[in-house]
């Protein structure tokens, strides 16, 4: 009986052992496994970015960072101080970076690299990155956690972090390489290691006394917690330079907390010594990477270290000042006030005294935390107020967009915080680390509802507060350990069920928010639905910055300067005094600066525009220049006269007007002074049984004069308006302010149309004039007005990557192709384009060939050549127009060769241009009747590649020709082919207006299969053979036919 009992006890013994074990221990492998689904969710689309062997990223910013790595690597440990392959022609000196996050993994590439990594292991290493600080950023807030709920609350702040599907999990996604997740991490860590140093103070209970008496044994642990927050601090400025605001936050925090302090009888000796020293710290190493002497937000800067020190005065301004107060016994009602006081003086002094100071730090408040952005900052994606894409119309509202983000955790974090505060009130429980997460929650919050990107930091807050949550739940609700866990009550498992069914919503389970047909608007996603992602535009560019970097000459090299030696891709630049000398044959490429990063790291050239937006302003003014001249004035006015900016690259998003499709027209618009969006485009409504819906949004006649549409949609070439019309009603409406308002509206009824098209452009005239609600042009590619060609631009490059694979730009675009259509503006949705839209579109800009002619006197001279894209489908026609003097003679600047490609390209300083003439260009004047007789004078002639860049100073000269053609024999050899528009076709049979040989590929793009236009058989006739046409009265049956099917297949399929 004794060796029973004994053995029960022994069994009892280690049944507790065991317990003891696993209380000591669980959260170690619960830890290990959350951190494990975090990275393994972040590293679901790891295959999507490796391509041929090629390393992709997501977005604008990793890519910079890829330069900078690499720079690392090469010179590790320094960074980049100097960069002039970018924002051309100054560079520039970027503090966000080159910093610690570019060396930690630099400094992994090289681990991994055994010392001597390769291009690839290093992109490798950047590529996986994100997804390593994502899941390490629950380290930090597990420990925060802890010390607000215990062990449970952390690991439930954990499983919270690790289950949010918003912007904290897509920053942290393989490829999106920017350093935004390494910020959240190091700040986390940051306000971690000061919750340690307030608490051991509150402990230690550190006072001057003890300092002057030199006891640092009694110091020690004040003193070591406290440098170590500084150094935390330090590492998290160190990583992102505009995280000063953390500084801030901390400030805002000791002067509530030693105020708070005084009042209530406690001496503020404690806390003010951690936050004197810690500060400190932190202000001396901001000290070692000083770039700036002028205060700066976004660079290493004397701002950084100053506030440091700033908040470090203040601490101990306000122990004195609590110490003077006591000597002189005053009253502590006083104190508070009087501190206030204080503040507002020296904010006063500093705006006196210190204008540009108080002006940079209000201004970069206001950004961050203002709950409000500029008209500027709204074009940015990611610095767009938090609830500006409320939308009541489809059934999303503000709620529902949190909801998105956080589930129902934002809810119960503001819940935690009111807790946290009412306990705080009713108790005597006055921790100063409660009081510096609410402090910190409450700055974070307000800079995730000023640009929704810092959500990627509000996540921690929330995490943490949950946490806060779930342990005073916990011990609300008394839960048994778990040797007595059969002990159980109903209350503690109708708990448990409300923390299940807390969590389920949205993090475990999608819901349903919003009611606009779109399953990807209406419902949530989980963490895992959430993490697919894909390289995105950047495939798009990817032919395009791999034949800029192959096929134009190196950056000083251009016109066989051979100064290439001095642009060093990963040399070591002195740092200029923002305005970098260039050496002759550096030269510019001109694109909106959402590009330009990817232009210098995979096309290695220097972008005129950056993500960091400088040039931003610049970029929008010659894009949205009215004029050719006005264009090249901007970008001559930039440098010196040897610092040219040589080439123009445009996508289909820069040219579209549909900003809720990708179009990107808007912001160069937004950025440009004294115009808005609603200067070149304004939308068309047509009521819908969900009420009003955008037919498509009108052009003004600004927009189609737009370097930027004169570029991409016409190539440069010369274009005249149509008799299409656009016809609408206008409607008022008053605003919330008590302001009227008129919109347009399509005409409703059975015989209404909003597009017509009249048989001559007098008609079209005369009907405008009657109506004041109309339009010539305005949609797709016709203009109002004639469009004059450009003289210095030619397109080198196409990319075969067409814009209409983009499903919101097909159907926007399918939409205008069916008002034409039903308009019968236009007979197959061929005609549409002018040119092939292809995603992205290279010009060069050069000096031109000069053309001297003569002709019959006072007459329009038409120049025209025929263009293809080598090895692609996308022929167009180049035009220009020259008027005759009395004396015949006439004078044209031509930027198309038509021969002598073979001469040159990068190798001699130029381009190996990719669109190259199928043929001579041909000259001619408009028709004339004589009789039975066609009369026109023509002429071909060629153009040479030297010509056009500057190598020959010869001028090609023609002599126009008089031709008479029977109409009898014209209508028996070419009753298919016909002009469109009024001005007359060149002898080799192509359109006047360039009108693309490749509609049916275009039509194709779009899921259509449309008949050829009416201009291939055109282009099929010999010169001798062809004459221009009248335009018909009306479209082949069969055309229309084809198109209706095509247009209806793609409706069907979308």
């Known amino acids: 009986m004794s060796q029973q009992t004994e053995q029960v006890e022994d069994s009892s013994d280690t049944v507790d052992s065991v317990l003891d074990s696993f209380e000591d221990w669980y959260h170690v492998p619960v830890l290990a496994a959350a951190l494990s689904f975090m990275l393994w969710v972040r590293l679901q689309s790891f295959d999507k970015f490796i391509r041929n062997g090629e390393v992709f990223f997501d977005g604008n910013d990793a890519w910079y960072h890829l330069r900078q790595v690499q720079y690392t690597v090469n010179n590790w440990p320094s960074t980049m ?24 993994i630099a400094t992994a590439a090289l681990v991994v690299g055994l010392g001597d990594p390769s291009q690839k292991t290093v992109a490798m290493t950047l590529l996986v990155a994100p997804a390593v600080f994502g899941a390490l950023v629950a380290v930090p807030t597990y420990f925060v956690g802890k010390r607000l709920g215990g062990r449970p609350g952390g690991l439930f702040g954990v499983v919270v972090l690790a289950l949010l599907p918003g912007t904290f999990l897509r920053r942290g996604l393989v490829g999106f390489a920017d350093h935004n997740i390494a910020e959240p991490l190091f700040q986390a860590f940051a306000v971690l290691a000061m919750m340690v140093a307030l608490s051991v103070a ?48 901390f400030g805002a925090f000791f002067g509530l907390k030693l105020t708070a302090d005084y009042a209530r009888g406690v001496s503020p000796d404690h806390l003010a010594f951690v936050g004197a020293i810690s500060m400190s710290v932190t202000g001396l190493l901001m000290l070692v990477p000083l770039g700036t002497l002028n205060p700066s937000p976004t660079k290493f800067s004397l701002l950084q270290p100053l506030l440091a020190f700033a908040v470090a005065a203040g601490c101990v301004f306000m122990a004195w000042l609590a110490r003077q107060w006591d000597a002189r016994d005053l009253s502590t009602g006083l104190y508070p006030a009087t501190v206030g006081g204080i503040v507002l003086g020296v904010v006063g002094v500093v705006y006196v005294a210190f204008r540009p100071l108080y002006n940079l730090v209000h201004r970069n408040l206001l950004r961050i935390i203002g709950f409000g952005t500029n008209a500027e900052t709204r074009t940015i994606g990611e610095a767009q107020p938090f609830l500006s894409r409320v939308q009541p119309q489809i059934g999303i509202e503000w709620y529902d967009l949190i909801i998105r983000e956080y589930g129902l955790m ?59 949550l779930l342990g005073r739940v916990i011990a609300w609700a008394q839960f048994p350990r778990p040797e007595n866990i059969a002990d159980i009550n109903g209350t503690q498992v109708v708990t448990i069920l409300l923390v299940v069914l807390m969590v389920t919503p949205v993090l475990v389970t999608p819901a349903s928010i919003g009611s606009s047909g779109y399953a990807s608007v209406d419902n949530t996603n989980t963490a895992m639905q959430a993490a697919e992602t894909s390289p995105g535009d950047i495939t798009k560019w990817d032919g395009s910055l791999d034949w800029l970097a192959n096929s134009t000459p190196a950056e000083g090299d251009y016109a066989n300067a051979n100064n290439a030696d001095e642009m060093k891709y990963y040399g070591t630049f002195p740092q200029s005094n923002s305005d970098y000398e260039y050496p002759q044959g550096a030269y510019g490429v001109m694109s909106w600066w959402d590009y330009g990063h990817w232009i210098t790291v995979e096309g290695e050239r220097i972008p005129n525009a950056n993500p960091f937006q400088e040039g931003a302003e610049t970029a929008a003014k010659y894009l949205l220049a009215p004029n050719e001249s006005r264009a090249n004035e901007i970008i001559k006015t930039l440098g010196a006269p040897s610092e040219e900016t040589r080439y123009v690259m445009v996508d289909w998003k820069m040219a579209s007007v549909y900003p809720n499709a990708g179009g990107k027209f808007f912001a160069p618009a937004t950025f440009k002074k004294n115009v808005t969006p609603s200067t070149y485009y304004q939308p068309i409504y047509r009521q819908g049984q969900n ?74 005239r005369a009907f405008v ?20 060609a450009l003289n210095h631009y030619r397109v080198v490059k196409q990319s075969e990557a067409s814009g209409t694979s983009n499903a919101q730009w097909a159907r926007r675009l399918r939409a205008e192709m069916q008002t034409l259509l039903q308009g019968k503006a236009i007979r197959s949705p061929g005609q549409m384009f002018q040119t092939a839209p292809s995603w992205v579109k290279t010009f060069e800009r050069v000096p031109g060939a000069t053309v001297k002619g003569t002709g019959p006197a006072n007459t329009t001279v038409t120049a025209a050549v025929q263009l293809s894209p080598v090895g692609q489908n996308g022929s167009f026609t180049y035009t220009q127009q020259a008027r005759t003097g009395p004396d015949g003679q006439f004078t044209m600047t031509l930027p198309y060769s038509s021969t002598g490609y073979e001469n040159w390209g990068p190798e001699k300083g130029y381009t190996n241009v990719s669109v190259r003439a199928t043929g001579q260009y041909q000259f001619y004047t408009p028709r004339s009747f004589e009789g039975g007789n066609v009369t026109f004078h023509n002429a071909s002639a060629h153009v040479t590649e030297a010509q056009v860049i500057g190598e020959s100073n010869e001028t090609t000269t023609v002599e126009l020709t008089k031709e008479s053609v029977s109409l009898r024999q014209n209508n028996q050899s070419s009753d298919n082919s016909t002009a469109d528009g009024n001005q007359t076709a060149p002898a080799n049979g192509t359109a006047a207006n360039g009108t693309t040989g490749n509609d049916s590929a275009n039509a194709s793009a779009l899921g259509s299969s449309a008949d050829a236009s009416p201009s291939d058989a055109q282009s099929k006739m010999t010169p001798e053979r062809a004459l221009p046409e009248r335009e018909e009265t009306a479209p082949a049956r069969a055309g229309l036919v084809g198109a209706w099917a095509g247009a209806l297949a793609l409706a069907n399929r979308d």
């Open 410 to 468: 934002l809810f119960t974090a503001v819940l935690a915080a009111v807790w946290m505060v009412w306990r705080a009130y009713r108790s005597d429980d006055h921790k100063a680390e409660h009081l510096l997460v609410l402090v910190w929650a409450a700055f974070i919050t307000a800079a995730a509802f000023t640009q929704v990107r810092f959500n990627y930091y509000l996540a921690v807050p929330v995490a943490v507060l949950n946490a806060y």
């Open 202 to 249: 509150e402990r230690e209970k550190p006072v001057y006394e003890l300092l002057a008496d030199r006891d640092f044994e009694a110091l020690r642990a004040p003193i070591g917690y406290s440098v170590l927050a500084g150094i935390a601090t330090a590492l998290y400025l160190w990583t992102w330079p505009p995280g000063v605001l953390l500084v801030g936050i």
């Open 769 to 788: 004039a009657n109506d004041s609600t109309s339009q010539i042009g305005g949609i797709g590619q016709f203009p109002s007005e004639p469009v004059e």
């Open 691 to 764: 009420g009003l819906q955008t037919a498509f949004n009108l052009r003004s006649q600004k927009y189609y004069d737009s370097q930027m549409a004169r570029l991409y949609l016409y190539h440069g070439s010369r274009m005249e308006p149509k008799p299409i019309v656009v016809d609408w009603q206008a409607r008022q409406y008053r605003t919330q302010n008590g302001q009227v308002a008129s919109f347009k509206l399509a005409e409703q009824g059975p015989n209404a149309t909003l597009v017509r098209r009249f048989q001559t452009m007098k008609q079209a």
């Open 81 to 104: 101080p100097y960069d002039p392959w970018t924002y051309f022609p100054f560079g520039t000196s970027v503090g966000q970076f080159g910093t610690l996050y570019d060396q930690l």
